[in-house]
């Protein structure tokens, strides 16, 4: 079965940034819109970023607008995302995954199992 698996969060300050990865094993990750989740603890899921298939389209919550990139290495079966000036608001666990439209995946209709995520963790 396809299997998500995020790397790259980690404990960081206020204003710091770190650079996630996704990876998908079992499936063309590349032919997909991609997006990216967090969940922070008691909280649902949120969608924050997403980036068409060729990379041409990006798209991101106001939340996090002008301090995360998405990205994408289809070559690679990967996909990117870039978190500057991290602040404790954005400690949650964060996920990829993958849809066949940025307003489909907005809404959280995903086409993939949802992975462990990987914890960032930003202190004050």
């Known amino acids: 079965q396809v299997q998500l698996v995020e790397s790259g969060g980690g404990l960081v300050q206020a204003g710091g940034s770190l650079k996630l990865a996704c990876t998908a094993s079992?499936?063309?990750?590349?032919?997909?819109?991609q997006a990216w989740y967090r969940q922070a603890p008691g909280k649902q899921r949120e969608w924050v970023a997403s980036?068409?298939?060729?990379?041409?389209?990006?798209v991101y919550a106001d939340s996090v607008k002008g301090r995360f990139t998405v990205s994408r290495d289809n070559t690679r079966n990967m996909g990117y995302l870039q978190m500057n000036n991290l602040q404790p608001e954005d400690t949650a666990v964060y996920y990829c995954?993958?849809?066949?439209?940025?307003?489909?995946?907005?809404?959280?209709?995903?086409?993939?199992?949802w992975g462990q995520g990987t914890q960032v963790t930003v202190s004050s």
């Open positions: 995954n993958a849809g066949t439209s940025i307003t489909s995946l907005k809404s959280l209709q995903v086409l993939y199992s």
């Open positions: 079992g499936s063309d990750f590349s032919i997909s819109v």
């Open positions: 980036i068409t298939r060729f990379g041409g389209v990006t």
